[in-house]
């Protein structure tokens, strides 16, 4: 499954689930732009950090049943 093609509904379905942790998300997210941002030299600024920290508290939301909405985490 290639997760940083994923839809927004079908990473809602998965998040529902609990079947796609929203970290391992960012994870695939920020190695697809490892992966092409050198051909396409797009980002400027990229916050890692803060975007897997944000993805850390998305999926203890999600595992409470607490989400902030329907894209949380998305």
Same mark, same amino acid.
């Given at each position: 499954?290639? *997760?940083? =093609? $994923?839809?927004?509904?079908?990473?809602?379905?998965?998040? %529902? /689930?609990?079947?796609?942790?929203?970290? @391992?998300?960012?994870?695939?997210?920020?190695?697809? *732009?490892? =992966? $092409?941002?050198?051909?396409?030299?797009?980002?400027?600024? %990229? /916050?890692?950090?803060?975007?897997?920290? @944000?993805?850390?508290?998305?999926?203890?939301?999600?595992?409470?049943?607490?989400?902030?909405?329907?894209?949380?985490?998305?």
């Amino acid at each position: 499954m290639d *997760i940083a =093609a $994923l839809t927004a509904s079908e990473l809602l379905r998965h998040n %529902r /689930a609990r079947s796609l942790p929203p970290v @391992e998300v960012t994870k695939a997210v920020l190695s697809r *732009i490892d =992966a $092409l941002e050198p051909a396409h030299n797009a980002i400027s600024v %990229r /916050a890692d950090a803060e975007a897997l920290a @944000e993805a850390r508290a998305s999926e203890a939301r999600w595992m409470d049943g607490a989400p902030l909405g329907l894209v949380d985490g998305i």
